[in-house]
């Protein structure tokens, strides 16, 4: 079993949809939780880190569910832009951090 | 931009030869770690370097090894070069030892194809 999984798409939605990813981990020990976002041939963002008590940034929000290990990020009235990779990532405390193979978002006009 | 750089962007080497890559760090960051990203996948932890020393180490044979300078640049070499090494070598840099809570911020890679 991967240590972070994710539905790897893609998912195709028009613009101003809204759009959901989840993400679920092995590693009941893992410590933090970040999405990051990897453009086409480019390398990986940080888009957000993700709290216990959920965390929003602009449209984005974030959510962390400790005791069914998933993670889960909202995009609310998507936009062309955020046609992308979306990676959820988890630092198991070892020093690195621990990707999951990415969710493609593509947004048509 | 991050202010990490990466050289070279793309290379070709065929198998059984050397290969070094470089990074270099952004400004008042110390911790360097190296990162490979094979097609379709997210990228998987190679090793880490904090102050010169190796701080961390994923589930990479000991034909990648790595090392990192005074000013903090740092270079992953890999030996014996394998077919399934074509990927993109990511270097990050954050500005604390190596909890993965720093955040890391990421170079634009290295795009290596071996034939």
């Known amino acids: 079993r991967k240590e972070v999984e994710q539905d790897p798409g893609p998912f195709n939605v028009p613009e101003g949809a809204t759009v959901a990813f989840n993400c679920t981990y092995s590693?009941?020990?893992?410590?933090?939780f970040f999405w990051y976002r990897q453009d086409c041939r480019k390398e990986p963002k940080l888009l957000m880190s993700?709290?216990?008590s959920g965390n929003e940034d602009g449209r984005f929000t974030a959510q962390l569910n400790r005791a069914s290990q998933y993670i889960s990020l909202l995009i609310r009235d998507s936009k062309l832009s955020d046609s992308a990779t979306y990676l959820c990532v988890v630092d198991t405390g070892r020093r690195a951090l621990t990707f999951g193979s990415g969710t493609r978002l593509q947004v048509q006009p | 931009e991050t202010g990490v750089t990466q050289s070279p962007t793309h290379l070709i080497k065929t198998r059984g030869q050397q290969v070094t890559l470089r990074c270099s760090s952004q400004s008042g960051h110390n911790t360097v770690s190296w990162y490979q990203q094979a097609l379709g996948q997210g990228p998987q932890f190679i090793f880490q370097?904090?102050?010169?020393?190796?701080?961390g180490r994923g589930n990479f044979p000991p034909r990648f090894s790595g090392l990192q300078f005074p000013n903090y640049s740092s270079e992953l070499n890999v030996n014996a070069l394998e077919l399934d090494d074509s990927a993109l070598y990511l270097c990050?840099?954050?500005?604390?030892?190596?909890?993965?809570?720093?955040?890391?911020?990421f170079g634009p890679g290295t795009r290596l194809l071996v034939l």
């Open positions: 990050a840099s954050s500005p604390k030892r190596g909890g993965a809570q720093e955040t890391q911020y």
């Open positions: 993700v709290y216990s």
């Open positions: 590693n009941s020990a893992s410590q933090s």
């Open positions: 370097y904090y102050r010169e020393e190796e701080n």
